[in-house]
């Protein structure tokens, strides 16, 4: 058991290597000089070369990558050349936002996916199943910034009922930070909901076909401790790992959500970066996001031994 | 016409899901359009395709001319439209205007040009990398562990901020949104194809060709690869719907097509200032971004249940 906690833990390394190694040589692969690329097309003579030596570019690309790795192993991410700060910094300032509206994002998803997969499963072909299976297709078609805009448009300027936009820390109160998330958190839900409503009814659906669950209604437990008990425990697994991989879409839309709702967080941060042109900043976000979204996927990797008994690594 | 989905078999991947009898092309087309979503999709497809083709014949002016005189103007609204090149006209403005005078309409109906040829030439380009990748991973052993822990390392980046990245990197054009929504989208296919390699190869008439000699290339591409064409025409329908969002999304966040470019993401980009005036700026794009993206879902979901049906949507 311990031995299969190390290995697995040991397994995401080179995953992580790959994805530095992938995320160094988009700018080394770049067309032309990437220091030019970085700085833009008014840039000085002398500034392309203090980046070049920077960048360490008179070394060979094997070298380069490993002093960069060794930079970003020893938690120095590099510092942003726009707002001249240390991009570790300006990461953890902007944290706070993305993780609440991810939170609650995730909470609003699996109360509205998780019981409508069932519910859908259950009623197989019925009415349910087929707004939802209609809902979910609509839910991976339409852009999260389309929903954003017409939920401001209908629920805060027509209706008045929560702010527009912007961002309340959870340290102003609790509930000054939930009406500035509400409608965020919505927007980012519908195509997470589609996501996980699909698999959930799906994996629901196949284990309602199981003995064990002619078993159980026969010694009449009731609809609801079925559901429950046999279909949807046996059914944790895949709905945990597409939750899993469900995030990453959930780090692409808080990109678009934060810019639709104005809400300072690492979304907004990442298209501030891109606008202006601050490279080190955008890398060093592609590998926070990346390296979280390994973690989660390997925490649903060690809940299936609480999930599923008889997984047995 | 969605009830008929069969339940998705779960959400883990399946590599030993028995690739669909290989069909001839003819006669995968004609199981496919005995299926209510494949015509549903597949007819409103045409129909955009056609309006994006016929653009210049459906009441659209010049999509880049600018008019400061005749800005933001409700849908509806007839003007007289005075070009920067001097040219003075009569024009019904749809859709209404922008901030500069520009035709919404005009700049719609062209922008589906953009957006049907990004996500054609991303799925075209997605499948070619993921079809060599996976081959080559599933034929020769050898390749197979560094190929499939480089698809890891790519499938743990989350697509739109490798695109961002990339598109930060190499400056915006047509070709690098093409390329940098393409790539993150090249593990899944290149996993499919693994797969199918894998169990194809062991078939006795593959072994009997690689007895009798047949060069590789020969073996993959005449008895392998046919085996994988109904799960990838799925794919590459599900890759063409999210690249069509994903080229929105850049643009709309101001790191896709350059901005002299009407697409869609780019109308809404400029329309989202003044968003709470003049929402049409903004919904108009949505809907027709919205609509194409549906049409071509509903397609693969209905392509999915006919050709493939143990192919699961977005499993792995």
Not at chain 1, 15 to 28: Q, S, T
Not at chain 1, 299 to 309: A, E, K
Request: hydrophobic share 55%.
């Amino acid at each position: 058991m311990l031995f299969f906690l190390l290995r697995r833990i040991a397994a995401t390394v080179p995953v992580l290597v790959v994805v530095a190694l992938i995320v160094f040589l988009m700018l080394r692969l770049a067309p032309g000089d990437p220091a030019a690329a970085i700085l833009g097309d008014n840039a000085s003579s002398a500034a392309i070369q203090s980046v070049r030596t920077q960048l360490g570019l008179e070394n060979s690309i094997p070298v380069q990558f490993f002093q960069w790795s060794a930079r970003l192993l020893s938690g120095d991410l590099g510092e942003s050349y726009f707002l001249k700060q240390s991009v570790a910094g300006l990461i953890a300032q902007r944290v706070e936002p993305t993780l609440s509206l991810a939170a609650l994002t995730l909470v609003f998803t699996v109360l509205i996916a998780v019981p409508l997969g069932v519910l859908a499963a259950w009623r197989h072909g019925g009415w349910l199943d087929r707004a939802l299976m209609g809902f979910s297709v609509l839910g991976f078609s339409i852009p999260a910034f389309v929903i954003g805009y017409v939920l401001i448009w209908a629920v805060s300027l027509k209706l008045g009922w929560l702010p527009v936009q912007g961002y309340a820390r959870l340290e102003e109160g609790l509930l000054p930070w939930l009406r500035h998330l509400i409608l965020p958190a919505i927007t980012l839900s519908i195509i997470y909901v589609a996501l996980i409503a699909r698999v959930t009814r799906a994996a629901v659906a196949e284990a309602l076909t199981e003995d064990y669950v002619r078993t159980a209604r026969a010694k009449g437990i009731s609809e609801a401790g079925v559901l429950m008990r046999h279909a949807l425990v046996n059914a944790a697994v895949p709905i945990v790992t597409v939750i899993g991989i469900g995030i990453a879409l959930l780090i692409g839309g808080v990109v678009v959500t934060e810019t639709v709702f104005a809400i300072p967080g690492l979304g907004q941060l990442t298209v501030d970066a891109v606008l202006s042109r601050d490279y080190p900043l955008i890398q060093a976000i592609t590998l926070f996001f990346s390296f979280i979204y390994v973690l989660i996927n390997l925490l649903v990797d060690l809940s299936y031994l609480l999930l599923d008994p008889r997984i047995r690594y | 016409m969605l009830a008929k989905t069969p339940p998705i078999p779960s959400g883990t991947p399946q590599p030993d899901a028995e690739p669909a009898s290989a069909g001839r092309p003819a006669s995968l087309a004609r199981r496919a359009l005995r299926n209510g979503a494949v015509r549903l999709g597949g007819s409103t497809l045409v129909m955009l395709v056609f309006m994006a083709m016929a653009a210049p014949w459906l009441g659209t002016i010049d999509p880049t001319a600018i008019d400061p005189a005749s800005g933001n103007l409700l849908p509806g609204a007839r003007g007289e439209f005075n070009s920067l090149a001097g040219q003075t006209f009569q024009h019904l403005f749809l859709m209404g205007s922008d901030s500069l005078g520009r035709d919404i309409w005009s700049r719609v109906v062209y922008g589906a040009r953009v957006s049907i040829t990004v996500g054609i030439a991303v799925a075209a380009l997605a499948l070619a990398g993921g079809i060599i990748v996976g081959l080559a991973a599933g034929y020769f052993r050898r390749l197979d562990g560094v190929l499939m822990r480089v698809m890891d390392g790519l499938m743990a980046i989350p697509g739109i901020l490798f695109a961002i990245t990339l598109v930060a990197a190499w400056r915006a054009s047509v070709a690098t949104i093409v390329i940098a929504i393409a790539i993150p989208e090249i593990p899944r296919v290149a996993r499919l194809l693994r797969s199918v390699v894998l169990t194809i190869r062991e078939e006795p008439y593959v072994e009997a060709a690689i007895a009798l000699d047949t060069p590789p290339l020969k073996v993959l591409t005449r008895h392998i690869l046919p085996n994988a064409i109904a799960p990838l025409i799925v794919q590459g329908t599900y890759i063409c719907a999210s690249a069509i969002l994903v080229e929105a999304i850049l643009s709309f966040l101001g790191v896709g097509m350059p901005a002299d470019i009407p697409t869609w993401g780019n109308i809404m980009a400029e329309g989202r200032i003044q968003f709470t005036q003049f929402p049409h700026n903004v919904l108009v794009p949505g809907v027709f971004l919205a609509l194409t993206v549906l049409a071509v879902n509903i397609l693969g979901d209905g392509l999915r249940d006919t050709l493939d049906p143990k192919f699961s949507k977005r499993g792995a």
